[in-house]
């Protein structure tokens, strides 16, 4: 069985997550399609292949909203908070912020994108 790395999920914790590889990618992007994902100015984001993250919790995956034509948006049915994005390729990015604990290198964001 793979090592866990990082564990986190939702305000209200019906959805929680698992990651068995580091995260690649971290960044923050100002967009306007994540400022209205987030409700903030700037998301801090990091991405796994999708075959590295499991949904653990009693609420199963994630809701999705479709958001353009490669990825769909994340969030809890129940509380609403925000997850993360499940691209079309196999990719799955997650907010920073949902993670149980966010001192890990891998989790510090190294470049901004909009």
Known sequence: MAEIMHRGGCLCGSIRFETTAKAENPHTCSCKMCQRHTGSLSAAWVE????????TGE??????YRSSAISSRAFCPACGSTIGAIDDQPTIALLVGCFDTTEHDDLIASSHSF
């Open 48 to 55: 796994f292949p999708k075959s590295a993250v499991s949904w």
């Open 59 to 64: 609420g199963g995956p994630p809701s999705t």
